[in-house]
């Protein structure tokens, strides 16, 4: 059974820092690029970070860059999002995604991340 489990969401406070991970299980996990995207309530899902499978190459939206590093580690099936200077409109909620252009893609269930004082 195919499952992506985030963890490591929260309340902060402005400028601190938290690192989601994203546990995958049933599927190659080495052979899908990872991505990590964010919804607001009533707002479209959107895409933060991306690292491909083969050459571990990132990618981050404009608002994030600097801030937060996206990484993985194969040999655990885990994709992490190191989230730091954080400001209270990166409160939103994480999901984790998989894919790799050829087999199903999958999402995680998402995980709440609150930056408030």
């Known amino acids: 059974q195919v499952q992506l489990a985030e963890s490591g969401g929260g309340l902060v406070q402005p400028g601190g820092s938290l690192r989601l991970s994203c546990a995958a299980s049933?599927?190659?996990?080495?052979?899908?690029?990872m991505s990590w995207y964010r919804q607001v309530l009533g707002k479209q899902r959107e895409l933060v970070a991306h690292?491909?499978?083969?050459?571990?190459?990132?990618d981050y939206d404009g608002s994030v860059k600097g801030r937060f590093t996206i990484s993985r580690d194969n040999a655990k099936n885990t994709v992490y999002l190191q989230m730091n200077n954080l400001k209270p409109e990166d409160t939103a909620v994480y999901y984790c995604?998989?894919?790799?252009?050829?087999?199903?893609?999958?999402w995680g269930r998402g995980t709440q991340v609150t930056v408030s004082s």
């Open positions: 995604y998989a894919a790799n252009g050829l087999l199903a893609a999958y």
């Open positions: 049933g599927f190659t996990f080495s052979i899908y690029d």
């Open positions: 690292i491909s499978r083969s050459t571990g190459n990132t």
